[in-house]
C-alpha cells in the first residue's frame, strides 16, 4: 500500500505561481499529478518516472508547469507558473505501484494504483 499527501495548494491570483508538494511513503516509484474541476472529468496533468529522467505533461499545462522530484525525501513537485482560471481544480498525486500506468499517462490516460486526497487550486481572474 502507498499513502500519499498532498500540500501547497490555494489561492492565487491568474499570472502567479504555486508549487504543490507529494510525500509518499514508497520511493522510487512512477508518480503523477491529476486535477478535477467542478462538473468535468479529471484531467492528467504531469507524470515523472521513478529516477526523474523521464516527465510528460497535458497538452493544457505544458510549457507552464513543471513536475520534479526528490528521492531522498520520497517528495514529488508541481512547479505550476503562469497560472489561469482555467487551472482552478482539486489536484491529486498519484502513483504507479505496478507498472501498468506509465504508458497510459503518455497519452494522458487516467489510471493510477493509487492516490492521495487532494489540494484545492483556485486561481481568480
Known amino acids: 500500500q502507498v499513502q500519499l499527501v498532498e500540500s501547497g495548494g490555494g489561492l492565487v491570483q491568474a499570472g502567479g505561481s504555486l508549487r504543490l508538494s507529494c510525500a509518499s511513503s514508497?520511493?522510487?516509484?512512477?508518480m503523477a499529478w491529476f486535477r478535477q474541476a467542478p462538473g468535468k472529468e479529471r484531467e492528467f496533468v504531469a507524470g515523472?518516472?521513478?529516477?526523474?529522467?523521464?516527465?510528460l505533461y497535458g497538452d493544457s499545462v505544458k510549457g507552464r508547469f513543471t513536475i520534479s522530484r526528490d528521492n531522498a525525501k520520497n517528495t514529488v513537485y508541481l512547479q505550476m507558473n503562469n497560472l489561469k482560471p482555467e487551472d482552478t481544480a482539486v489536484y491529486y498525486c498519484?502513483?504507479?505501484?505496478?507498472?501498468?500506468?506509465?504508458?497510459?499517462?503518455?497519452?494522458?490516460?487516467?489510471?493510477?494504483?493509487?492516490r492521495g486526497q487532494g489540494t484545492q487550486v483556485t486561481v481568480s481572474s
Open positions: 498519484a502513483a504507479d505501484l505496478y507498472g501498468n500506468s506509465w504508458n497510459k499517462w503518455s497519452t494522458g490516460g487516467v489510471t493510477y494504483d493509487y
Open positions: 514508497r520511493r522510487a516509484l512512477p
Open positions: 515523472i518516472s521513478w529516477s526523474g529522467g523521464n516527465t
